[in-house]
C-alpha cells in the first residue's frame, strides 16, 4: 500500500488538514446556533478522511471539483479559512464575493479548484472536460471529482460514467456513501448495495474503500490518480462512511436510527487516525494535541477576519455575469 | 441592393465576386474551419460530427480528415453530459464548439447550460468560452421535435449570450465572434436557411461584432424588427409593401442577447410603428421582451400599437396546412405591416 510511503509530516499533514477541517465545522455549528451565520450550511462531520484523504492524492497541477462535504478538500488545495468564512458569511472578501451560497461556488483556478452547483451531479461532466482538456493538450494531469450516493442514481453519473470510460479520461470519481440522500436511505434509493459495482457496467475500476480510514482512502486514491496519470483512464471509488449529523443545519436528521449514528460515532474517522499515529509511534498525544491549538487559533482569526469583513456593495451586484 | 450593401458595409465591387457567393450553411463550415486552421484551442463535438459522415447536416463534413479526432469529437448521445464537459473544457481555456444536432435536443441540456455554464463568472470568476450551434426552425415539415425555436428559454438567461444569424454572411461573421467571446453563446443558425439562402460572405477574418443589429433594409413607415429565418420573409415583405408605396425599415436584430436597444430606439423613433416577427412562438418569445422595451423606452415615438407576428402557441404541427397555419411567412407579414402603416 503506497500510504505505508507516507512520511511522519506526512501523516501529520494529514492530520492537520482533518483537525482543521473538524475544528472548522465545530466552530461554524456553534455560530449557526448563536444566529451568527447567513442562510444555511453544511456539516462536514463523519467527511473528513474523505475529503482529506482523496484530495492529498493530487498534485499541485492537478484540478478537483469538490461536493458540499469536502471542506478537507478546498482547504488543503490552499482555500485559506479566513476566505471560506468569509463566502460562508456573504462577505465581499468571500471566494464568490456574496455571490453564492454556503460552500457552493467556491472555485478557484489557480488552486485548482472547480466550484460546484447545486444541480446533482453537475460537477461529473465538468470535471470531465477537465479530465479532457488534459488530454487534449497532452498534460500529465488528473481531474478528480467527489459526489454522493444519492447523486449517483442520475442519468447524468451514467452518461460521465460511460464517456470518461470511452474516451480513457484521467479522471477519479469518489462516491461519498454516506448511507442517506437528505432522509431517503440507500435502501431507498438503490437495490445493489454496493455503488462502486456501477463501474462495472462500464468496463473502469469500481473501488470500494472505508471511507473513515484515511490512510485506506488516501492509498486506493493515490493509485487511482497514478493510473489516470499513466493513461489507464477512469476509476470510480466509493467510499463508504456516515452522515454524522442532518443534510444541512436545519435538519435534525430525526429520521437516522440513532443506534446507527452510535455505532458510526465509535468509528469517528478523526479518533481513528489518532490511535493509528499514536500506536505506531508515528508522534506522541503532545503533537496531536498542538496541532489541535494551532487549528483553534486559525478558525478563530477566520471568523474574526470574516465578521469584520465588509459586505459585499450592492452597487456591484450586476458585475461579472459577464467575463470581458 | 443598395440597402444591402450599405448596411453591411461592402461595396458593390466586391459583392460582384461570384466566388465568394455561397449558401449560409458553407458560410458556416467555412467559419468553422478558418477558427479551427487559427486557434488550436478550438474543437468541434457532438453527435455524428467526425468520419466521413460530417454531421447530420455535413456542417463539419472533412473536418476530422483535415483536425484529427481530438479536434473532431464525436459524443455519444448524451446531451447533459457532453454539454457539460465543455464546460469543462472551456474552463481550462479550450473553446469548444457544441454541435447540438437539433436544436429542439437543447433541452436535455438545460441544467449544464443554465445551471452551470451561465452562472459561473458571476459567482466565481470561471470563464466558459463555448459556442452551442443549435440547427432551429422549421417549415420543412420536419414536425413538433425537429423544427423549434427555443432561444427565448436563453434569452431569459443571465450569463449567455444569444445568437440568430440571418444571412450567410452574418452566420460567418456571428459565428467567428461567438467563439472569440469569453462567455457561453447559443448560436442558433436556420435549417430553412441552410440551402435555400446564398449570398455574398467576406473573405478571411470577418467578424461580426456581437450585440449589434443591422438595418438590412431602410424605410421611414414603420420597423418590422426581426432576426434569423424571419429576415428573408421579412424583407419580402417589405418588398412588396415598397411596391404599394409603403416603406418600411427592416431591423435584423441578429443578436438576441444582448439586444442592440440603441438600434431598436432608432428605428422605432425614426417610424414611430414597430412590427416584431419571429419563428418562435409568441407567447413570453424575444418579440414580447422587445415589444415592452419600446412601450418603455419609446411610447411618446409611437404612432401605432406595437404588434407581434410569432408562431402559435402550440406544439409545431408536422402535416403541411397545419405547419402553413403555424408560420409566420412574407405574406402574413405583410398583411399586418399593412394594416400597421395604415393605423
Ligand atoms: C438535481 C438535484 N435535485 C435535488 C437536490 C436537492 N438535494 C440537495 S443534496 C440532496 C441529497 C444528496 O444526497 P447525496 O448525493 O447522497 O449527497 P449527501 O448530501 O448525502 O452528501 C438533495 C436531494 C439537488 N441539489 N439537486
Ligand atoms: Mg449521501
Known sequence: ?324 | MTDTAQTFGFSEAVQQDESRVMTYIAAISEALRYEMRRDPDVLILGEDVGGEFGGAFKVTKGFEEEFGPRRVMNTPLAELGFTGMATGMALMGLRPVIEMQFADFISTAFDSIVQFAATTHYRWGGAVPWVIRAPCDGGIRSGPFHSQNPEAWFVHTPGLKVVAPGTPADAKGLLLAAIRDNNPVIYFESKPLYRSLKGYVPPDDYVVPLGRANVARAGDELSIITYGTQLQESLKAAERLAAEGIHAEVLDLRTLKPLDTEAILTTVRKTGKALIVHSANRMAGVGAEVAAFIAEHAFEWLDGPVQRLGGLDTPIPFSPPLEDAYRPNADKIYRLARDLAQY
Open chain 1, 1 to 324: 500500500m503506497s500510504a505505508q510511503e507516507l512520511s511522519r509530516d506526512q501523516h501529520l499533514e494529514i492530520y492537520y488538514w482533518m483537525r482543521l477541517t473538524r475544528t472548522f465545522d465545530d466552530r461554524m455549528l456553534a455560530l449557526w446556533k448563536q444566529g451568527r451565520g447567513v442562510g444555511g450550511t453544511f456539516s462536514q462531520r463523519g467527511h473528513e478522511a474523505i475529503s482529506v484523504g482523496a484530495g492529498y492524492a493530487l498534485g499541485p497541477k492537478d484540478v478537483v471539483a469538490p461536493m458540499h462535504r469536502d471542506l478537507g478538500c478546498y482547504l488543503l488545495r490552499g482555500l485559506s479559512p479566513r476566505r471560506a468564512f468569509a463566502s460562508l458569511l456573504g462577505r465581499a472578501t468571500g471566494v464568490t464575493a456574496g455571490r453564492d451560497a454556503n460552500l457552493h461556488g467556491m472555485g478557484d483556478l489557480s488552486l485548482g479548484l472547480i466550484g460546484f452547483i447545486s444541480h446533482l451531479p453537475q460537477s461529473l461532466p465538468v470535471t470531465l472536460g477537465v479530465a479532457m482538456s488534459f488530454l487534449y493538450r497532452d498534460e500529465p494531469r488528473v481531474a478528480m471529482t467527489f459526489t454522493g450516493d444519492g447523486a449517483s442514481s442520475a442519468g447524468l453519473f451514467h452518461e460521465v460514467l460511460n464517456m470518461a470510460s470511452l474516451y480513457n479520461a484521467p479522471m477519479v470519481i469518489i462516491v461519498e456513501n454516506n448511507q442517506y440522500a437528505y432522509s431517503t436511505p440507500l435502501s431507498q434509493q438503490m437495490k445493489v448495495p454496493d455503488i462502486a459495482r456501477r463501474a462495472d457496467g462500464y468496463g473502469i475500476p469500481g473501488i470500494i474503500v472505508d471511507g473513515n480510514d484515511v490512510e485506506a482512502v488516501y492509498a486506493v486514491t493515490k493509485e487511482a490518480v497514478e493510473r489516470a496519470r499513466s493513461g489507464g483512464g477512469p476509476t470510480l471509488i466509493e467510499a463508504k462512511t456516515m452522515r454524522m449529523l442532518g443534510h444541512a443545519i436545519h435538519d435534525g436528521a430525526e429520521y437516522v436510527p440513532r443506534e446507527l449514528l452510535a455505532e458510526w460515532e465509535k468509528r469517528d474517522p478523526i479518533r481513528l487516525y489518532e490511535e493509528r499515529l499514536l500506536s505506531a509511534e508515528i508522534c506522541d498525544q503532545a503533537e496531536l494535541d498542538e496541532i489541535g491549538r494551532r487549528c483553534e487559533v486559525e478558525i478563530e482569526d477566520a471568523i474574526a477576519y470574516a465578521e469584520a469583513s465588509p459586505w459585499p456593495d450592492p452597487a456591484t451586484v450586476l458585475e461579472g455575469v459577464y467575463a470581458p
